[in-house]
T-cell receptor, first 110, second 114 residues
Framework: DAKTTQPNSMESNEEEPVHLPCNHS???????IHWYRQLPSQGPEYVIH???SNVNNRMASLAIAEDRKSSTLILHRATLRDAAVYYC???????????FGAGTILRVKS | EADIYQTPRYLVIGTGKKITLECSQT?????MYWYQQDPGMELHLIHY???????EKGDLSSESTVSRIRTEHFPLTLESARPSHTSQYLC?????????????FGPGTRLTVL
């Protein structure tokens, strides 16, 4: 599985947008970009995923660079409940495993 | 809402005891996974299963074993617990159909071996 690179931590103010970057320069054509987050003392939960086009759902938006070597998870209005570790993961089209990296610790200030 | 359950949520046990961590899901998913996560550290895949009677070792070597006799049940066993096994164990599942479907995680079991 191709590797991703994320900042160790980021900080945001409540009610402001947050842009969480992820670099994946060795992504292959069939790799999907997945984002999961892990709230304190809980198991990870799915946030969003995409292949080439930008994606929106009720939790977040995913902006994918044209060359697919990077992507950005966008939380439109951060709340205190969004404080978590955010993982950017690549998985091939029929890949069976999610391989987690260190992720980005997001801190949200009130 | 994910229908995947883990018991117990917390377990404190002495060295040398045999333990089984339970994981069950009611979604009919074929693929199930066990991850190990130390506090503040990354999740590491230790076991996975493609379906009944299928088990595979994950990326991180583990002394635990798993079984998959029923689709909904994927227990993890430690024959002789040691302090080095102290960690959080997370179970997950996802459907076999579809090529990019999401993975659902249980709440985890936090194991402490004294």
């Amino acid at each position: 599985d191709a590797k991703t690179t994320q900042p160790n931590s980021m900080e945001s103010n409540e009610e402001e947008p947050v842009h969480l970057p992820c670099n994946h320069s060795t992504i292959s054509g069939t790799d999907y970009i997945h984002w999961y987050r892990q709230l304190p003392s809980q198991g990870p939960e799915y946030v969003i995923h995409g292949l080439t086009s930008n994606v929106n759902n009720r939790m977040a938006s995913l902006a994918i660079a044209e060359d697919r070597k990077s992507s950005t998870l966008i939380l439109h209005r951060a709340t205190l409940r969004d404080a978590a570790v955010y993982y950017c993961i690549l998985r091939s089209e029929y890949g069976n495993k999610l391989v987690f990296g260190a992720g980005t610790i997001l801190r949200v200030k009130s | 809402e994910a229908d995947i359950y883990q018991t117990p949520r917390y377990l404190v046990i002495g060295t040398g005891k045999k333990i089984t961590l339970e994981c069950s899901q009611t979604m009919g998913h074929d693929k199930m996974y066990w991850y190990q996560q130390d506090p503040g550290m990354e999740l590491h895949l230790i076991h996975y299963s493609y379906g009944v009677n299928s088990t595979e070792k994950g990326d991180l070597s583990s002394e635990s074993t798993v079984s998959r006799i029923r689709t909904e049940h994927f227990p993890l066993t430690l024959e002789s617990a040691r302090p080095s096994h102290t960690s959080q164990y997370l179970c997950a599942s996802r459907p076999d159909r579809g090529k990019d479907n999401e993975q659902f995680f249980g709440p985890g079991t936090r194991l402490t071996v004294l």
